[in-house]
């Protein structure tokens, strides 16, 4: 298999982090993905595409446990006065 993006034949299949954005938060997906190891394309299957809809759909539900595993922070922009 060779990049479509680069024309790399360095695919491996990797755990990546998938992050929706749902308000002000962010989730954050664990799944196994090939990766293109020169130019960091990803390459979904088909299986993986609908799993992450399933999954981006239940969390416009609510219908997800999830964990607390850090905070988003925003820069405030008062830090700029100075
Ligand atoms: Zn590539």
Do not use: S, W
């Amino acid at each position: 298999m060779k990049c479509v993006i680069c024309h790399g034949d360095d695919i491996k299949v990797v755990d990546v982090k998938e992050e929706f954005v749902v308000g002000n938060d962010v989730v954050f997906i664990p799944i196994k993905v090939p990766v293109c190891k020169t130019c960091g394309e990803r390459y979904y299957d088909r299986q993986t595409m609908r799993l992450l809809e399933e999954i981006e759909e239940k969390l416009g539900n609510a219908q997800v446990d999830l964990k607390e595993v850090g905070k988003v922070l925003m820069y405030e922009e008062t830090n700029r006065n100075v």
